[in-house]
């Protein structure tokens, strides 16, 4: 009975998404605008259709997994570290000034330190899934901005996930913080990251002769997309690696899909795997992923509280489009695509749920606080999109040099095929 309902759940969910999702897009809208309302419509919200469950909660995070290896692919570590410099900038700056700013108006309206601080760390999130799947359905993934923002989000991420950390430290040892264990954390996340640039450099240094020494065993394989489940492999143990370690799974599903080399496994080996990522991504994942974000929401539970969530939404809102704004203008960026940075870097969604669910387990926070956590990640993953299509598409009507994708050096390019 539990595998028919949630069969049921599915078909609800991907019919809503799909209609609504077309609907947003045939009014030039992105279609995560139309998955999103789809979420709220059929859930607890208005129509009650759908209720967050376990099984749905697995297949959100298999969606997540699936949309951060697709990221990756799509991208050229070459580009993630000619951005980092500028990504760093804006994404410290995109983290602590809507950090500061959450946890200054919670404690205005009388929350306890703990609890301001972490609805100020809610508030400081940018999503990786939100801002991949935007920048790839603007087509422009792999451009300037599209790295920068990535790497940004990455970068934000990573900081949110430290801070999270010493929150839960402080709350578990009443108010006392074990700097051991944070240096700890904190050489692991280190050494993580370090290790992934450096396999970079290393496969790049032996470009000229490994290659061809690999590839002749991956055409040798006869088990139908055998080169699918290699990469799925190796792509799960690394994120599992990054879970335990600290980090969540999605960075390191992310860097997995971004050292993937395709002169390893062979161009031939690579388009049909990508493919085949690319169609469960969309054609699955994708819709289901963020209609789970909109039957998160419940409106009801948001009644009590209705002042303190428009002071944060406002902050969340102003907050990270202001830092992230003078963030990209710091590091050399025009108005425009600066002002386009800052709308991109807003989008919290799935994130912003994984922590806020964190800190209700854990009892950092309760219910309502919960509630309104999810209501600011829906509404922020909505505006994200809308706001910063017009600005991106002017920049490529104009042939700004920061929207231009990166021509690929191969006779290949992800999204050709």
Not at 47 to 53: C, E
Not at 88 to 109: E, Q, R
Not at 305 to 331: E, N
Request: glycine letters at 10%; proline letters at 4%; aromatic letters at 10%.
């Amino acid at each position: 009975m539990a595998t028919e309902q949630l069969f049921v759940s599915i078909v609800i969910i991907l019919v809503a998404a799909r209609v609504l999702g077309e609907l947003f897009q045939r009014v030039k809208q992105p279609p995560l605008v139309g998955e999103l309302l789809a979420g709220v419509i059929i859930g607890p919200s208005l129509l009650g259709l759908i209720s967050p469950s376990s099984n749905l909660q697995v297949l959100s995070d298999l969606a997540v997994f699936f949309l951060m290896f697709l990221a990756g692919l799509e991208m050229d570590p070459r580009e993630i570290r000619r951005a980092g410099k500028s990504a760093i900038v804006i994404s410290v700056i995109a983290f602590f000034v809507p950090l500061l700013s959450g946890t200054y108006v919670s404690m205005l309206f009388g929350l306890g330190t703990i609890q301001s601080l972490f609805m100020g760390l809610l508030l400081s999130i940018t999503a990786v899934p939100v801002s991949a799947i935007v920048l790839m359905q603007f087509n422009v993934l792999n451009s300037r901005l599209g790295n920068t923002v990535i790497t940004a989000a990455v970068v934000n991420d990573i900081l949110s996930l430290v801070v999270l950390s010493i929150i839960l430290q402080v709350s578990a040892g009443n108010g006392q913080l074990d700097l051991g264990n944070l240096a700890g954390s904190g050489v692991k996340i280190a050494a993580f990251l370090g290790g992934i640039f450096l396999f970079d450099i290393l496969f790049r240094k032996t470009a000229s002769w490994l290659p061809s020494r690999v590839e002749p065993y991956f055409h040798k394989l006869q088990t139908k997309e055998a080169a699918f489940g290699i990469l799925l492999i190796t792509t799960i143990v690394i994120s599992l690696i990054a879970q335990d370690i600290g980090l969540h799974f999605i960075i390191g599903t992310f860097f997995s899909g971004l050292v993937v080399y395709k002169e390893m496994i062979g161009w031939r080996n690579f388009k049909r795997v990508y493919g085949i990522i690319s169609a469960i991504t969309f054609g699955f994942f994708a819709p289901i992923f963020f209609a789970l974000i909109g039957i998160e929401f419940n409106v009801q539970s948001l009644v009590s509280a209705i002042p303190l969530f428009f002071a944060l939404l406002g902050v969340a809102i102003a907050a990270k489009i202001v830092a992230g704004y003078a963030g990209a203008k710091i590091v050399g960026f025009n108005s425009e695509i600066s002002l386009a940075i800052g709308f991109l870097m807003n989008g919290r969604g799935m994130v912003e749920l994984v922590i806020a669910s964190i800190g209700f387990a854990a009892g950092v926070i309760d219910l309502t606080l919960f509630s309104i956590a999810v209501a600011i990640g829906l509404v922020t993953s909505i505006i994200a999109p809308i706001t910063s299509r017009p600005l991106v598409s002017s920049a490529k009507s104009k042939g700004s040099e920061a929207v231009a994708v990166r021509e690929p050096h191969n006779e290949w390019q992800p999204g050709a095929a």
